[in-house]
């Protein structure tokens, strides 16, 4: 090869490389652009009062402004959430409620090491039973009848963009008190076999409305899947690749995760998944979303977003189910949405 072809060779393998991470910064430029146009006022005042699970047409989230109620959990009107919202005494790290159930991740300061729990709550928002975690709180879910809960922590690294880490999703039975310590006990079939791994990590749960069905993320060696679950069976099944943090519409026809877009990053673009037809549709959020979506009803989703330029802040998004519309902010500084 001559030298002039060794330079051109040299810079179209720049441009390549480079064009993969272009495609991530032209994303959040774009998503900051269309978050320019948006209404970023501080929101209504938060006050404290009663709060409870059985405040029918309330939207549920833990409060991340700032102030004395951070971190508390604070309900809005569903359909006023511009309204000035009350806070429990209550605080998490991640929340979510159905059906007068509830569930609280928490992270206590310690004099060696913080203290990682969850709180099993009735519909007062009363702790009912206590359960230490392995490690820090990720996810958090509650059956549709508030029969079974479900949480996942990180037990390495802090998070799924850590270069290593590993998580436990735990199930509990609220009417029995039987816990399932960890997903990995279950049993794996993969494309049709039983599968075998040591490497096998799960999170993200969401539940069926049958009280035994579940979908979940399985991870294995490099490879992300959704599963489909059951219970009774103590069995999980891989459906299609490349699904993280699944949720499930009411209706129990799709779900709607976050998809990897780019190998070996941490940008995710949010999907809804037709259960039946495996056909996708991309939402219209542009922006990397690393949250488990919450459905609010059939046909729009809420999921949380880092607060520009405030450290550790997040408000809450809304988008619709089926590709159309533009991405809406819901509420700012929340996270862990929880329709009742």
């Not at 820090?136 to 390495?156: I, L």
């Not at 959020?285 to 488990?292: I, L, T």
Request: aromatic share 8%.
């Amino acid at each position: 090869m001559t030298p002039l072809g060794r330079r051109l060779l040299v810079l179209v393998t720049a441009v390549l490389l480079l064009a993969g991470v272009g495609t991530g910064i032209v994303l959040h430029a774009a998503a900051r652009a269309d978050r320019a146009n948006q209404p970023r006022s501080g929101g209504p005042g938060v006050n404290g009062g009663k709060v409870s699970l059985d405040q029918k047409g309330r939207l549920m989230f833990v409060n991340a402004a700032a102030g004395p109620h951070r971190t508390a959990v604070a309900s809005v009107p569903a359909g006023d959430p511009d309204s000035g919202r009350t806070a429990a005494s209550l605080k998490c790290a991640r929340f979510y409620a159905a059906a007068g159930t509830g569930v609280c991740l928490q992270s206590v300061p310690g004099v060696l090491k913080q203290s990682n729990r969850a709180l099993l709550l009735d519909a007062g928002l009363r702790t009912v039973r206590t359960f230490p975690l392995a490690g820090n709180p990720s996810r958090a879910r509650v059956s549709p009848s508030g029969r079974f809960a479900a949480w996942t922590v990180f037990v390495s690294g802090e998070s799924y963009s850590s270069a290593f880490f590993s998580t436990r999703t735990s199930i509990l039975d609220t009417r029995t008190m039987r816990l399932t310590p960890s997903l990995e006990t279950f049993s794996i079939v993969r494309d049709g076999k039983q599968y075998h791994a040591s490497d096998v990590n799960f999170w993200g749960v969401t539940f069926a409305a049958d009280d035994d069905t579940f979908y979940a993320t399985l991870n294995t060696a490099n490879r992300t899947y959704l599963v489909r679950g059951s219970l009774s069976r103590r069995t999980v099944t891989t459906l299609v690749e490349n699904v993280e943090c699944p949720s499930l519409s009411p209706d129990g026809t799709r779900v709607a995760f976050k998809k990897r877009i780019l190998s070996r990053t941490n940008l995710w673009h949010e999907y809804v998944l037709d259960l039946r037809t495996l056909r996708e549709t991309a939402l219209a959020e542009r922006h990397s979303v690393d949250d488990q979506a919450t459905w609010l009803d059939d046909h729009t989703l809420a999921y949380a977003l880092p607060s520009d330029g405030k450290v550790g802040g997040s408000d809450l998004w809304s988008v619709p189910a089926d590709g159309s519309g533009t991405p809406r902010l819901l509420i700012a500084g929340a996270s862990s949405p929880a329709p009742l």
